[in-house]
């Protein structure tokens, strides 16, 4: 039998939320030289969004290893000599990328060889771009997911003087699945029933207003079209955090609703949801871009407005906005490919190529000597009245080494200290479903 030619890479991703370990797993998988075998060591950054395990297991991507960490156990694995990774996928919020690459640098500094560090975004970049960005800078690649999203990110490295070199032009990585296949409604043997699938967010639209009006609409549209199978697609259920904090889970409004038999509530893979969907429904949810890219008819709603508070001001030009009214009345939406084709969907057949660059890049980096330290655009220097306190958060100095007094990174947690971290957990995710609305609701009496 002929020796393998394939060379082993070792991979660390740290995430903080399921969403980003989706994005996190399923990129470093995607940007990973050709003929590479692969060891993926997952790292879940513990906080109030930390994945349960039925959120692990809906993601689908297996991990050679998984566990949790605070950002100074994560420094600490990554500071051993003897315990080099090929690569660091960091797929966290702004701030804590900003921290880990602090400490990362003074981790390894004086060291001839370091990991290649890779971050970005999980989805579409609809706020706080500057901010999100210059928390980003520093990491050897900075991953747009679309040609808009690297022609900005560039924009603004440029603008502020910093270097936009790491910059690279990607696709999300978790885009895939058949292509859709229109089914005749008419036909009664072999065909399912048109399914309509509303995709919902945790944190858009925020208030229980909005949020009934929603399902009002869509438990409206289930009665009216009796033909039609009408789904809830929902991210998490009560009780479970993801990347956003959702107060008013739709599952708590559906309960004093009286919906008809053709709807009901569906979790899973959004992949295999989609499989069986002839109508995407969403406010700004990044399943719109993978319903595109399936060339599924989609439809991001104008109800509520088209608003930066919402995010469905990002789909401006897509040929995608339309109301409840017209999906009722049976409007269909039609793409406008430019606006597609500029945001990484790739419905036209270019997605396996769309990670070449990133590819290639690697290869090379990863055949360097020597890569230089790394740089952040913010140090004491440029960001003294700000890095502070990012690091701070993390329990990290200015100069990225421990703070006196923060929790031992030298030794693993006992268990009676990752008992009272759940239970902490479990009491936080409470308050902010539970008690939380509540009080604001007796603030309005």
Not at 12 to 29: C, E, F
Not at 103 to 130: C, F, I, Q
Not at 187 to 205: D, I, L, W
Not at 230 to 241: D, I, M, Q, T, Y
Request: charged share 25%.
């Amino acid at each position: 039998m002929p020796a393998s030619t394939s060379k082993s890479l070792r991979v660390a991703v740290l995430a903080d939320s399921d969403t980003r370990w989706k994005w996190g797993s399923l990129t470093a998988n995607r940007i990973a030289p050709a003929g590479s075998d692969i060891r993926l060591d997952g790292f879940l950054l513990r906080g109030r969004a930390t994945p349960t395990a039925r959120q692990l297991e809906e993601v689908g991507v297996r991990a050679d290893s998984l566990r949790e960490v605070t950002a100074l156990e994560f420094l600490r694995e990554l500071g051993k000599e003897d315990h080099l990774y090929d690569v660091v996928v960091l797929a966290l919020v702004g701030g804590a990328v900003q921290a880990v690459l602090h400490g990362l640098s003074r981790a390894w500094d004086g060291r001839a060889k370091r990991s290649l560090v890779v971050t970005g975004y999980v989805g579409v970049v609809y706020e706080k771009l500057a901010d999100g960005l210059l928390l980003r800078h520093g990491a050897d690649l900075v991953l747009a997911n679309s040609r808009q999203d690297a022609d900005r990110f560039r924009a603004v490295y440029e603008g502020v003087g910093a270097d936009a070199g790491s910059v690279t032009e990607v696709a999300l990585p978790f885009l895939g699945g058949a292509a859709y296949a229109e089914h005749d409604p008419s036909v009664k043997e072999g065909h399912r029933p048109r399914t309509v699938v509303f995709a919902a967010q945790p944190s858009v639209p925020e208030s229980r207003k909005d949020r009934t009006y929603l399902l009002d609409r869509l438990i409206g549209h289930a009665r009216l079209h009796p033909d039609r199978e009408v789904l809830l697609k929902l991210r998490s259920k009560p009780g479970e955090h993801t990347t956003h904090i959702e107060e008013l889970p739709y599952q708590k409004l559906v309960q004093k609703a009286d919906p008809p038999a053709n709807f009901r509530l569906v979790y899973g893979h959004m992949g295999e949801v989609l499989d069986r969907t002839d109508l995407l429904v969403t406010i700004s949810s990044t399943a719109a871009l993978e319903s595109l890219h399936r060339r599924i008819p989609t439809v991001v709603l104008s109800d509520l407005g088209v608003r930066e508070a919402l995010g469905n001001h990002h789909f401006v030009g897509s040929g995608c906005l339309a109301s409840w009214d017209q999906l009722d009345a049976g409007h269909r939406p039609a793409p406008d490919p430019e606006w597609v084709a500029r945001q990484g969907v790739a419905a036209d057949g270019s997605y396996e190529t769309a990670f070449d660059a990133a590819r290639q890049r690697i290869t090379g980096l990863l055949a360097a000597d020597e890569l230089p330290p790394l740089a952040p655009y913010y140090t004491p220097v440029t960001a003294p009245g700000y890095l502070p306190g990012i690091l701070a958060r993390h329990h990290l100095g200015p100069d990225g080494s421990p703070l006196p007094g923060a929790p031992a990174a030298d030794r693993e947690p006992s268990p009676v200290r990752q008992f009272v971290r759940r239970a902490a957990r479990g009491a936080y995710r409470h308050g902010v479903q539970r008690v939380a609305p509540v009080i604001r609701r007796m603030g309005d009496l």
